[in-house]
């Protein structure tokens, strides 16, 4: 994801804003890709009332137009979300492992978060908290198995965000899950859950106060309709791009990488990148489909 991001920014990989087409009393959406030379492709997911919703993500070669990869289901969507977000904690985190992390939600978009920030961060203490105490109790125990977290579940969101220093919002939540207050004034805030205006899981406050602001597709977060959060609020303009600032640090994984701004309130502004699923699943293909279908 650093290297799509980074390519994003160059300009060599197209990610133009998702598409929808209403259906059936929903809509059929699409995002597209087209990674320099190598991949083209698209995703499709739909908001119809069926009792399944399985995504496709589809990836072409660029020189000959053969489907390379076909994925179905969520786990590649949710990768690279997490992956996005591990990005933003990378060049944008604390910087050390002896910090604390706030969940406040236990499903799969907060489960990929926390797997994705460990690749650069090995955090001292997890907390998570969510509506029910069986979602909580169960992702405190899978973090603790799976990724030998020291991670306690909570019912409160207020102890879950004091004092953390990387906060994670991850839910489907149509209001505000925190009050701003409740965070200390040096801390990373990712959210992922809706954040347009009527159906939003943070206040705008929480980013009118933030002395930086990023997200990983400036022309998505215009282009929401509902419209975002910011944008409402005249304040798309000063968010910042998560691929300029990839770039900026020396490329992907550059040695050394320090981040524009470690200190202060950050908050990363999740709306996946389109495209990026494309580059994922050609990348996959590389490196385990060549002589099999994937």
Same mark, same amino acid.
Not at 91 to 106: K, Q
Not at 181 to 200: C, M, N, S, Y
Not at 260 to 274: M, T, W
């Given at each position: 994801m650093?290297?799509?991001?980074?390519?994003?920014?160059?300009?060599?990989?197209?990610?133009p804003?998702?598409?929808?087409?209403?259906?059936?009393?929903?809509?059929?959406?699409?995002?597209?890709?087209?990674?320099?030379?190598?991949?083209?492709?698209?995703?499709?997911y739909?908001?119809?009332p069926?009792?399944?919703?399985?995504q496709?993500?589809?990836a072409? /070669?660029?020189?000959? !137009?053969? =489907?390379?990869?076909?994925? &179905? #289901?969520h $786990?590649?969507? %949710?990768?690279?979300?997490? +992956?996005?977000?591990?990005?933003?904690?990378?060049?944008?985190?604390?910087g050390?492992?002896?910090?604390?992390v706030?969940?406040?939600g236990?499903?799969?978009?907060?489960?990929?978060?926390l797997?994705?920030?460990?690749?650069?961060?090995?955090?001292?203490?997890v907390?998570?908290t969510?509506?029910?105490?069986?979602?909580?109790?169960?992702?405190?125990d899978?973090?603790?198995?799976e990724?030998?977290?020291?991670?306690?579940?909570?019912?409160?969101?207020r102890?879950?965000?004091?004092?953390a220093?990387v906060?994670?919002?991850?839910?489907?939540?149509?209001?505000?899950?925190?009050?701003?207050?409740?965070?200390?004034p /040096?801390?990373?805030? !990712?959210t =992922?859950?809706?954040?347009? &205006? #009527?159906? $939003?899981?943070? %206040?705008?406050?929480?980013? +009118?106060?933030?002395?930086l602001?990023?997200?990983?597709?400036?022309?998505q977060?215009?282009?929401?309709?509902?419209?975002?959060?910011?944008?409402?609020a005249g304040?798309?303009d000063?968010?910042?791009?998560?691929g300029?600032?990839?770039?900026?640090?020396?490329?992907?994984?550059?040695?050394?990488?320090?981040?524009?701004?470690?200190?202060?309130?950050?908050?990363?502004?999740?709306?996946?990148?389109?495209?990026?699923?494309?580059?994922?699943?050609?990348r996959?293909?590389?490196?385990?489909?060549r002589?099999?279908?994937?």
């Amino acid at each position: 994801m650093e290297e799509a991001l980074a390519r994003h920014h160059a300009g060599t990989l197209e990610a133009p804003p998702r598409l929808a087409a209403p259906l059936g009393g929903g809509r059929l959406v699409l995002t597209a890709g087209h990674s320099g030379d190598e991949f083209y492709g698209y995703r499709t997911y739909d908001t119809l009332p069926t009792t399944s919703d399985e995504q496709v993500t589809v990836a072409h /070669d660029t020189t000959t !137009g053969r =489907v390379l990869a076909v994925h &179905v #289901g969520h $786990a590649l969507g %949710a990768c690279r979300t997490g +992956a996005l977000g591990g990005v933003a904690t990378r060049h944008l985190g604390p910087g050390s492992d002896d910090v604390t992390v706030g969940i406040v939600g236990a499903g799969t978009q907060a489960w990929a978060q926390l797997w994705a920030l460990t690749a650069s961060l090995t955090p001292s203490a997890v907390r998570v908290t969510s509506r029910t105490p069986v979602g909580r109790e169960a992702f405190a125990d899978r973090a603790r198995r799976e990724l030998g977290l020291s991670t306690e579940a909570l019912a409160s969101p207020r102890d879950v965000v004091a004092g953390a220093d990387v906060v994670i919002l991850a839910t489907t939540s149509s209001s505000p899950v925190i009050d701003a207050a409740w965070l200390e004034p /040096d801390v990373l805030v !990712g959210t =992922v859950g809706p954040k347009q &205006v #009527g159906r $939003a899981e943070l %206040a705008v406050d929480l980013v +009118a106060c933030a002395d930086l602001v990023v997200t990983d597709s400036p022309a998505q977060l215009r282009a929401y309709d509902p419209p975002a959060l910011v944008a409402d609020a005249g304040m798309a303009d000063r968010v910042a791009s998560l691929g300029e600032i990839v770039a900026a640090s020396g490329g992907p994984a550059a040695e050394g990488s320090t981040g524009p701004q470690r200190r202060g309130r950050r908050v990363y502004l999740s709306v996946g990148l389109a495209g990026t699923e494309v580059h994922l699943l050609g990348r996959l293909w590389e490196q385990h489909g060549r002589q099999a279908p994937v």
